[in-house]
């Protein structure tokens, strides 16, 4: 029997060839299952028996702007390739309910307001993820993917650092395996926070950062946003003013169990140029920097190490220069220690060490021991009288830092000059007491020893 004499209907399907070339105008797209997407949609296709290519597809959601090109082949696996864009696009609720769980997870962990622009690059086989649209969410990609978002009138809240930042900048890419942060920057009132580095979220997100904060305000806004330890730290001393903070390590790792602390390591330096505190002496005008490597454990601070370089400040008014300290606090004490401090006050040198103890998280024991040589009497005396001299003196104290009725304490001090009258001891620049020498009358050389 010939071919031709066989019924239309006997022909295989699979033998079928077609080629069309469509133009798609007016057109609407919508997940599989979700709300609307995209509206005026207009482009080119061409579809064939085992391929559909879709060139110059642009449409509209909202105010913004949407273009892509698409490849799918089914010839063997089904395979898809898209190449997609958005500008101008608005960070809604029902943006929100299109994302994959993935991108959701991104969107939770940096709570975003406002627009971006997006570029989109897929390839795999989406097939699993359609048969399950239907059912339930999965988490895993199927394909490989790099969604890159560019800020654009946006505002962010990361949970991380509940810290807000507007007009933000930068790029953030977000890829199966994890997001990378390329200079992502933002203000907070005058200063400027600038963080790059990679993360990955889900059940216990984690950070690899590089974070440069450029003239934070020691405020409320930041004191919120700190571990309990450095929140503590910071009341304890009254630390104000602008700050700049370059960390160029941050490793942040979310708690293991529902409740928990989270865990940081981070090394970095702290700069100022004015800030001021008290420690039961004023201290302002502070111009240097901190270099410092530090861990947070179980909320608190459980190790750090530094070193202090201080070009200049203000002790209770009297000028310090060249101040230079070690800070120490070990992960098995609770205690920090700043030895090695050496500077210069008044014209005169000084030398000494201060150990601060910690109960419950609060500052509470302490000693200091200092030692003065040398110093301008005049300076130190902080009087308008016509003398000359120098001072040298040594200061042991201790007590807790909540009670001032516990200081207990030594010294002594040794003046000589020209038309000296009541020197003040140099607890006097401490602010513990406002004893001086007991003479009324002029003097060249005098020498007090007392006791607290």
Known sequence: VGPSTLPAAAIALDRLGYDFKLHLHDGAASPVGKALAASDVDGQLHLTQNRLEITDLHGRRGDAELSATVTADWGGQTQVSINASAHKLALDDSLYKLLPPAARGVWDAIDPHGMIDADLVYNGNPAGALSQASTQATSRPIGDYALTLRPRDLSVMPKAVPYRLDQCGGSLTLRPNGITLDQISGKHGNGRLTISGTGVTGDRPSWDLKVLAEQVAMDDDLAACLPPAFKQAIEAVHLKGNLTLALKTFKYRAPEVAGGFPQADFSGTLYTRGAALDVAIPVDRIIGSFTFDAAVRNGTLNQLSGDLAINSMRLADRPVRDLKAELEKPADAEALYISRIQGEL??????????????????????????????????????????RGQLSASLALQGEWSDSSSRRGRGDVLVSGKKMYQIPLLLGLFEVTNLSLPNTNPFSEGTARYAI
């Open 346 to 387: 008044a014209g005169g040198e000084f030398a000494g060490g201060v150990n601060l103890g910690f109960s419950g998280g609060q500052l509470g024991p302490y000693s200091l021991d200092v030692v003065l040589k040398n110093a301008d009497v005049r300076t130190i005396a902080g009087t308008n009288q016509d003398i």
